[in-house]
């Protein structure tokens, strides 16, 4: 063990209580297993019959991935054109899309999607998903191979004509009310679940299209948005996520520990940055400030925000206005972890905390690992920082996060943390109150359907059980709680 590790972390379990399998090679991806040693231990046990799910998924994955005998045929089938029922082996293909958090949050429904549906998952690795994550699964990959026979659906949108929705809008495919007996089925269908998707393709999340969509050996999906909410509420899928999921506000939570393991240079990036500023302190405060506004900023109201957010709730200590107190020996340390695209906030919280004593004697320091100015895709390190610094967040003990973004979200989900989360500000001005705490540690699906499958009729998807609720920072999505 190491001893800059704090009593409250540790080598508890390398296998997260089972939720990982054993048996990987430890070099080739240090994070799998050494991340126990770094967030600090769970309350929220992963279910058996979760693990069960786990074990069996990477046996189908094993027997149905890249490179098999049954790969090759039903990449045949699907190269033929025409549709088949499926067999042994169907495949879900989530295709890259969009900032890396969004990724994260729409990879880990597409998974749940294909263990609820016994379908195997396979990744567009898109400019970089591989220098940035590890496989997930043993003895196979979770990466789409590059001679996949579909090459344009990098350019699949609301208007693709294989989308489900036009496909149903031009009646390429109908099924017959209880989904078994469709009329002709394509060899692929390509779901759009995007935040821009349509009324048709929206029918994704109803029970009679799920029969029907079973049947498609070859589903595409593409969406930037975390759709797991939605699919509690398919009432063929109920049952079975009750069991995978007793405490259903922690899907993301171990979905995302099973599946997002950063690669050797990341990880690299994550313990670094976190033995020299973090590991040493007797509490980190993890701050998300991300800032949709056209300009880039540092604004003030936000400076407001954030400092009315964490003082109120006790986060961080005030500032005394005092002359300087002599700090005794045994002060507590707290070290803050800001992340931003800007580094105003940081330069300010910093000052602050360097020109006055705090009120309470506490010793603040504050890092912030990168200021990278604006989103860039498809560049590398840029990627690469955007992880290690949701990971680092993921690592702290209080959590302050911006309303509607995925970043926070994953970080929060990773950690197992319930963020205070900082109300969306309106007409460029501090919200009052600042922030409200989180219901749960589960990320919001921004994009939610309002659709009552049965009585065909618009309905509030946020008020039909008790566990899917609409959002904190966005009163039309959906969260589990
Ligand atoms: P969202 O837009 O906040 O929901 O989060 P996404 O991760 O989907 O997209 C934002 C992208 O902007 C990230 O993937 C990064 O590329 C970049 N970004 C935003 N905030 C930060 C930050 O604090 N640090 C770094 N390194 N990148 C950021």
């Keep these: 063990e190491n001893d800059t590790f704090p009593s409250s972390r540790g080598p508890k379990d390398k296998l997260l209580h089972g939720l990982l399998a054993a048996g990987f090679d430890e070099q080739s991806c240090l994070s799998r297993y050494h991340s126990a040693l770094y967030w600090k231990e769970s309350p929220h046990l992963p279910s058996p019959y979760l693990l069960e799910k786990l074990r069996n998924y990477e046996a189908l994955h094993k027997k149905c991935g890249p490179n098999t005998e049954l790969y090759k045929k039903s990449v045949e089938q699907l190269k033929s054109g025409h549709g088949t029922r499926v067999t042994e082996c169907s495949y879900v293909v989530w295709v890259s899309f969009s900032g890396l958090g969004n990724r994260m949050l729409s990879i880990a429904s597409a998974f749940l999607y294909a263990l609820l549906t016994n379908k195997v998952l396979l990744i567009d690795r898109g400019s970089d998903m591989d220098d940035l994550f590890c496989e997930p699964f043993p003895e196979s990959s979770w990466l789409l191979p590059l001679d996949f026979p579909i090459t344009k659906f990098g350019t699949f949108d609301i208007k693709t004509p294989e989308s489900y929705g036009n496909m149903l809008k031009n009646k390429v495919i109908s099924y017959s009310v209880d989904g078994t007996s469709p009329q002709s089925l394509p060899a692929y269908i390509y779901l759009h679940l995007s935040h821009d998707y349509g009324d048709r393709d929206k029918l994704f999340f109803c029970e009679d299209d799920q029969k029907f969509l079973q049947n498609v050996p070859w589903l595409l999906l593409r969406s930037n948005n975390y759709f797991v909410p939605s699919l509690f509420l398919i009432p063929a899928y109920e049952e079975e996520l009750r069991q995978l999921f007793p405490e259903a506000d922690t899907v993301f939570h171990h979905l995302g520990r099973y599946l997002f393991h950063p690669t050797n240079t990341v990880w690299g990036l994550i313990t670094r940055y976190f033995q020299s500023y973090l590991a040493k302190a007797d509490e980190r405060v993890g701050i998300q400030i991300r800032v949709f506004e056209t300009d880039t900023g540092p604004f003030q109201y936000v400076l407001d925000q954030i400092l009315a957010c964490s003082q109120k709730e006790k986060v961080l200590p005030d500032v005394s206005g005092q002359e300087t107190v002599v ?155």
């Design 327 to 481: 700090s005794t020996p045994n002060v507590k340390s707290k070290a803050v972890l800001l992340t931003s695209l800007n580094n105003g906030y940081f330069e300010k919280v910093r000052n602050m905390y360097w020109e006055q004593p705090t009120a309470t004697g506490e010793i603040i320091s504050v890092h912030q690992p990168s200021h990278e100015g604006y989103q860039q895709t498809e560049k590398q390190m840029h990627n690469m920082k955007a992880l290690a610094e949701m990971y680092l967040l993921s690592l702290t003990d209080v959590l302050v996060t911006s309303a509607w973004s995925t970043f926070g979200y994953v970080a929060q989900g990773l950690g197992g943390l319930q963020p205070w989360i900082l109300y969306k500000p309106d007409n460029q001005t501090a919200p009052d109150p600042p922030c409200r705490r989180a219901m749960s540690i589960e990320p919001c699906f921004h994009a939610p359907p309002f659709y009552d499958c049965k009585a065909k009729k618009g309905i509030d998807t946020g008020a039909l059980v008790p566990h899917v609720r609409h959002c904190e920072d966005m009163s039309w999505g959906l969260k589990l709680v």
